[in-house]
C-alpha cells in the first residue's frame, strides 16, 4: 500500500466575466477558442489564439496582463496555466463565454 499524498493541483488565477468585462486599459483578453466558435460570438476587443496554437512563449515579453477565455473555462484554465509558467501575468475568466453571455454582457459577431 502505497503512502505517497496525491498531487497537489496547481492554482490558477482567475477573474470573473464582471472583472473582465470592467478590465482596465491595456489588458489583454485572449480566447482560445476555435475560428468557428468565435465567429459565433466573441467579447469585443479580444484577440483569438486557439489553444492548439497558443505558444505562450509569444506572451512572455508582454508586460501587460492576460485575461484568457474559452467557451466553458476549462481550456482557458489549461492556457492560462500555459501563460503563467512562462511568465506571463495571465488569468482564466471564469465560466467563459457562458458566463459572458449570460451576464448580459456584449458579444461581437464580425
Do not use: K
Not at 503512502?3 to 472583472?19: D, N
Amino acid at each position: 500500500m502505497s503512502t505517497a499524498s496525491p498531487q497537489r493541483q496547481p492554482t490558477i488565477p482567475g477573474v470573473t466575466v464582471v472583472e473582465a468585462h470592467q478590465r482596465p486599459a491595456g489588458v489583454v483578453l485572449l480566447d482560445v477558442r476555435e475560428p468557428t466558435e468565435w465567429a459565433d460570438g466573441h467579447v469585443p476587443g479580444a484577440v483569438l489564439q486557439p489553444l492548439g496554437q497558443l505558444d505562450p512563449t509569444d506572451l512572455a515579453a508582454s508586460a501587460a496582463p492576460v485575461y484568457v477565455i474559452c467557451r466553458s473555462g476549462n481550456r482557458s484554465a489549461t492556457a492560462t496555466c500555459a501563460l503563467v509558467n512562462a511568465g506571463v501575468d495571465a488569468y482564466n475568466v471564469v465560466g467563459g463565454m457562458t458566463a459572458w453571455t449570460e451576464a448580459g454582457f456584449p458579444v461581437s459577431h464580425d
